[in-house]
């Protein structure tokens, strides 16, 4: 079993528009997605880390709240 400061840690994925994806990637030798979600508009999900996932990927304008913080993906600050 993994063991670490992020494993069990969880984090919590707030679509801002349809169709942000939510992919988990595993853990091992070679990295693969093993875990794909779709969320719309105003959907949360909430991921954790597990001995299985290594790393989340998120594809799409969503808000991520962690316990090291809050950031926005796929929104255009400039």
Same mark, same amino acid.
Request: charged share 25%; glycine share 12%; no cysteine.
């Given at each position: 079993?993994? /063991?670490?400061? *992020? +494993? =069990? /840690?969880?984090?919590? !994925?707030?679509? *801002?528009? %349809?169709?942000?994806?939510?992919? =988990? *990637?595993?853990?091992? /030798? #070679?990295?693969? +997605?093993?875990?794909?979600?779709?969320? %719309?508009? =105003?959907?949360?999900? $909430?991921?954790? +880390?597990?001995?299985?996932? #290594?790393? $989340?990927?998120?594809? =799409?304008?969503? /808000?991520?709240?962690? #316990?090291?913080?809050? !950031?926005?993906?796929? $929104? %255009?600050?400039?």
């Amino acid at each position: 079993m993994a /063991e670490g400061p *992020l +494993f =069990g /840690e969880y984090i919590i !994925v707030k679509a *801002l528009e %349809d169709g942000v994806s939510i992919i =988990g *990637l595993t853990r091992g /030798e #070679s990295t693969k +997605f093993h875990h794909n979600e779709k969320l %719309d508009r =105003g959907e949360v999900m $909430i991921a954790q +880390f597990t001995q299985h996932t #290594s790393a $989340i990927k998120i594809r =799409g304008a969503a /808000e991520i709240l962690t #316990s090291h913080g809050q !950031v926005r993906a796929g $929104i %255009d600050q400039a």
